[in-house]
């Protein structure tokens, strides 16, 4: 699985846009960006997952650049609740284990 | 339709005992996952089961720890003879057919004494 490179810290206002952004220059055809937060110590969080279309759900919006070599994930109101270790990783969609970076740790602050 | 189940929360004991985590995948999930995160540290990955078979086994320590997940009952995830190195917090996932999206479980926090 290609390796991510993501900042390991960032804060943003409450009521706004948090953008995390993850690089991930040597992904491969087959491969997904999944995208992770662990709130506290609390089970991992699965937020949402692209493989070249950006994607959006409840939670969140991936944007993947066309070359697909970067990624952000955008969560468009953050709460006081968001503050988490988000982790970007990439991996085939069947296949098995997911590889943990030390992922950004985003502090949402009122 | 509820989540992966882990059992206990919080687990304690003293050296040279067997601990045994279990974990409950969610409804019509086959794939079980633990990882494991020590203190201060990020989440790696130990063992990868389906039903009666262990696929992927890479991040399991060669001794002491064993895992299952047999046709009927709960995946276990057992560690004999623990040191206090194995204090960490273990948690499971679990994947429908085929290893799509995994889902977390709260996890189990082992304290070594």
């Known amino acids: 699985d290609a390796k991510t490179t993501q900042p390991p810290s960032m804060d943003c206002a409450e009521g706004r846009a948090a953008n995390l952004p993850c690089n991930h220059s040597?992904?491969?055809?087959?491969?997904?960006v999944y995208w992770y937060r662990q709130i506290h110590s609390q089970g991992p969080q699965y937020i949402i997952h692209?493989?070249?279309n950006n994607e959006t759900n409840e939670m969140a919006s991936l944007i993947i650049t066309e070359d697909r070599k970067s990624s952000t994930l955008i969560l468009p109101h953050a709460t006081l609740r968001d503050t988490a270790v988000y982790y970007c990783?990439?991996?085939?969609?069947?296949?098995?284990?997911?590889?943990f970076g030390a992922g950004t740790i985003l502090r949402v602050k009122s | 339709n509820a989540g992966v189940m882990q059992n206990p929360r919080h687990l304690v004991r003293r050296r040279g005992q067997e601990a045994r985590l279990r974990c409950s995948p969610m409804?019509?999930?086959?794939?079980v996952y633990w990882y494991r995160q020590l203190p201060e540290e990020g989440l790696k990955f130990m063992v990868y089961?389906?039903?009666?078979?262990?696929?992927?086994e890479s991040g399991m320590p060669k001794e002491r720890f064993s895992a299952e997940f047999p046709k009927e009952g709960p995946s276990i995830l057992r560690i004999q003879q623990v040191v206090r190195g194995d204090s960490a917090a273990y948690f499971c996932?679990?994947?429908?057919?085929?290893?799509?999206?995994?889902?977390f479980g709260p996890g189990t926090r082992l304290t070594v004494l």
């Open positions: 996932a679990s994947s429908p057919p085929r290893g799509d999206t995994q889902y």
């Open positions: 040597t992904i491969s055809g087959n491969e997904y």
């Open positions: 692209g493989l070249k």
């Open positions: 990783i990439v991996r085939m969609e069947y296949g098995n284990k997911l590889v």
């Open positions: 409804k019509g999930h086959s794939h």
């Open positions: 089961l389906q039903k009666e078979n262990i696929i992927d």
